[in-house]
């Protein structure tokens, strides 16, 4: 069983950043970060594998978010710099142990409650 709980949410004005944390309990082999606006489904937005950290973004953050673990792969990180209005979202943590890392929400058995993250223009 992998227990995850997320927190670092908030809000911002265009052009701030935040950095989201998850503190994780268990092994897995993928990490990522899902985020969730109203009346949207919700997306992939960075993973990363347990072994080799190997990473992949979605094409909307890539250059402006990185996903990072700590050494005893305990904790997983999202760093969030010039954030936009349309990253307002509900940001999820989640963890699976799929044949491949993709970012998609049928690759992960396990989430987090959630974090908000809201950005003002």
């Known amino acids: 069983q992998v227990q995850l709980q997320e927190s670092g949410g908030g809000s911002v004005q265009s052009g701030g950043s935040l950095k989201l944390s998850c503190a994780a309990s268990g092994d897995t082999r993928c990490m990522a970060w899902f985020r969730q606006a109203p009346g949207k489904e919700r997306e992939g937005v960075a993973l990363?594998?347990?072994?080799?950290?190997?990473?992949a973004y979605a094409e909307s953050v890539k250059g402006r978010f990185t996903i990072s673990q700590d050494g005893a792969k305990t904790t997983l990180y999202l760093q969030m710099n010039s954030l936009e209005p349309e990253d307002t979202a509900m940001y999820y943590c989640a963890a699976g142990y799929p044949a491949v890392c993709l970012l998609s929400t049928e690759a992960y058995n396990y989430w987090g409650r959630g974090t908000q993250v809201t950005v003002s223009s």
């Open positions: 990363i594998t347990n072994i080799g950290r190997t990473t």
